[in-house]
T-cell receptor, first 111, second 112 residues
Framework: GQQLNQSPQSMFIQEGEDVSMNCTSS?????WLWYKQDPGEGPVLLIA?????ELTSNGRLTAQFGITRKDSFLNISASIPSDVGIYFC???????????FGGGTRVLVKP | DAGITQSPRHKVTETGTPVTLRCHQTENHRYMYWYRQDPGHGLRLIHYSYGVKDTDKGEVSDGYSVSRSKTEDFLLTLESATSSQTSVYFC???????????FGPGTRLTVL
């Protein structure tokens, strides 16, 4: 079936750093979504992208819908401790509502 | 926050017993979904509903059934729970202009 390859699987951040993660697929998608999940909670929608090439920001977060429609990236600028968590990409291929999820990027704070 | 609640939030049960998880929404959205989340597998769709009494299978539907008799409630039933169904279960809803999915807080189920 459809698969989203999300990388890196995990990363350490230091306060103030900019970090980036991405999601790729061999299939074309019409919508890319980025979610964040804190421990013990459900995923929360951060950013939604609907057009190839679209660049959207939400505070310190910026995401882009790849021009080939097969990838997306999420940047976090000037990271802070509360940015820790698991970030998931998700995408939708057709008019249906079913999403495909990436495996997640776990963001941790450098000790 | 989308108005989604799940109950119970935690449950421990024994192999072979029936279990029902409830998802309740106050958004009047048409679509509702059940996912399970396991380490190494991410979020996987179990079943979804596109209206009252209208449901369909997801990618991991074996051993699960669902029912939706009212717009606001979507029930997930494990007829005879197995240890492989130990997981965290999330409900999601979607509707509105872009139909994006919003998730509930989750139910942690342990089958002993």
């Amino acid at each position: 079936g459809q698969q989203l390859n999300q990388s890196p699987q995990s990363m350490f951040i230091q306060e103030g750093e900019d970090v980036s993660m991405n999601c790729t697929s061999s299939s074309i998608f019409n919508t890319w979504l980025w979610y964040k999940q804190d421990p013990g909670e459900g995923p929360v929608l951060l950013i939604a992208l609907y057009k190839a090439g679209e660049l959207t920001s939400n505070g310190r977060l910026t995401a882009q819908f790849g021009i080939t429609r097969k990838d997306s990236f999420l940047n976090i600028s000037a990271s802070i401790p509360s940015d820790v968590g698991i970030y998931f990409c998700a995408s939708r291929r057709d008019a249906g509502n079913k999403l495909t999820f990436g495996g997640g990027t776990r963001v941790l704070v450098k000790p | 926050d989308a108005g989604i609640t799940q109950s119970p939030r935690h449950k421990v049960t024994e192999t072979g017993t029936p279990v029902t998880l409830r998802c309740h929404q106050t958004e009047n959205h048409r679509y509702m979904y059940w996912y399970r989340q396991d380490p190494g597998h991410g979020l996987r769709l179990i079943h979804y509903s596109y209206g009252v009494k209208d449901t369909d299978k997801g990618e991991v539907s074996d051993g699960y059934s669902v029912s939706r008799s009212k717009t606001e409630d979507f029930l997930l039933t494990l007829e005879s729970a197995t240890s492989s169904q130990t997981s965290v279960y999330f409900c999601a809803i979607s509707g509105g202009l872009y139909n994006e999915q919003f998730f509930g807080p989750g139910t942690r189920l342990t089958v002993l």
